[in-house]
């Protein structure tokens, strides 16, 4: 299987060791990939990271498509031994227990870690493509993943689970490939956003392009548009986490003299000195047109465009068994939405889990609770392993 | 009484006819106003506007302090016909009725309707103040309505009330002048502002200060940070508001074709385009160093400053009667905290009447919704009227 895995002499920036590439043979061999919403892309990659061993049958992958934020690192592996964002989750012993399974985890189509984005080079015009990129949908990125999954000799999968965004795109994989797809989990997706939702992600966009740096997508690498990034991050981490659990952490606790700026309106209270911290972490890390594409792509996905309804769009999904977890204190993909999604894959007469968890960590609950999440997903993953 | 009234020549911009202003003679008659935070204000100005017939015993006083946005004009009159900001709620047989009581709306100190603020001309240098002006604190603005009352011969209150960063106005109004406060009403206001509520604030004090116009606050009146307003406006907005009033009423429609723009990541949701139009208009209005400035204030409040503790602080207030008004959807100033003030109040001995109101508006419920507030309103002022 590792024939069709590209050779990459010079790996894309933001990638490590651990980084697999596939180059796409295309739809039907073409070498082109046909957008959802009209465009093709060329020489598209996608970029994974992989755990445990394929069974000799295929009958052990589970499919992981992480949120809008992270790599394929979820997990941590020899070729590099940094922690994965669902470290907790996924290895072996581990909830989706590597010993068992053999787990892929994609790099999402238009990020910025390996796969192919709009930092990469358009071959018609050796440019990178910029906002020339053509629109990008959550279709694309289950179909993207799709393609690199068969490319890999892989044409079945055990379980394929999603979160936030990855949520949305598990969604997506498992209405478009249903015969494909034995099991299904979600978590802390929807089934199509709603307003405040789309404000907020809204929001974060116009504040990347307002920032002078950003001049229209044709920055250079080492002159992103950091500032009106930092500012979009700031509003993302207040929509992923939940007010509580600040109350409990920071209340009003003010930074140290030494840490607090002379500046009149500088960094006064811990909380904001938290999401000063964060927010600059992350933007070394990420680039600014891949957040605006894929920040859309969830604006604009809908399950209803899948058979005139959600219902008739989540009645496509096959899955023997399916798990919806939703956590209370989400504020950007709120309970209702996980009912909705539960409800409406019950009402096609498919079995469903419905797991409603009282993290105290907002949207962001299956990055960090592995108290709630290990054990819900764990049960999950041991009793369907030879069903 | 209109002896102390300022006559203004040149009325300050955003003003009306209707705008009345006192000269304040400052703290013991100086002519200086020492801030809470140190510094001092000299020729202190403060714009208001009156309805309603002060008695001969001045026991109808009504004061009301407005949330962060609004002028003095909380209500049409001769001199302005305009609606006010809370036009249902104060006039001849509404609930604050004009027919019994006397009603004072004051600009808030550092809000640029017609009182001192960032943008007024500073004595000492004749230039505006921008970001020299000191820093402001919400006991500033209780201080200057009580000085501007006093000026203005009237020495005792039949009700403050105030709302949002008003209500945290006219809790520190009944707290630091017990003895002058008959009666007391709070509505979405609180004792102190919580980490979520000060990350959405200090967010929007830092777009504002990272658009490049903003100049470090010293930016010529025709070339405000406009965009930086623009967002910032927005995110306020999203705050006010409550995600399931936006549910119902946008859900994901999307706006017609010829309002569509090119733009890539332009506007394409009913729910953007009505975010762009509130915030555009809003910023039309507002000066960006004021919102700096009242925003940060509403930061810094605490009640616990007032004692040790906000139970403390708490005890401080006298009122015969307090009315205290929360709404379920609100995610800025939360029930939670509305319940606190009244749980305060009551534990030192006062009579409270909690209310928890179930409108779908989130924090501006007070603003729009009419039916569930003025019923509240006019029952406890018509019960208090002769008390």
Known sequence: M?????????APVRTTAATKFVALKGDYGTGDFVMHRGGILKEVVIAYESWGTLSNNHDNVVLVFGGLSPSAHACSSEQDPSKGWWEYMIGPGKPIDTDKYYVICVNTLGSCFGSTSPSSINPDTNQAYGLDFPDLSIEDVAKSAHHALQDLGIDHLHTVVGSSMGGMSSLAYALMYPDEVDHFVTISAATRALPFTIAVRSLQREIIRCDPAFNNGQYAQDEEPTSGMVLARKLG????????????????????A???????????????SYLDYNAHKFVKTFDANSYLYLSRAMDLFDVADHGGSVNAGLAKIQAKNTLVIGVETDILFPVHQQREIADGIKKAGRPVEYVQLDSINGHDSFLVDEEHFAPVIREFFERNFNN
Chains 1, 2 share one sequence.
Do not use: C, P
């Open 258 to 272: 030494e840490r607090k700026s002379d500046d009149r309106f500088g960094i006064e209270f811990e909380v904001e």
């Open 2 to 10: 590792s024939t069709s895995t590209l050779e990459v002499s010079q």
């Open 237 to 256: 981490l207040m929509s992923y986490r939940a007010a509580e659990e600040w109350h409990q952490r920071f209340n009003r606790a003010r930074v140290s």
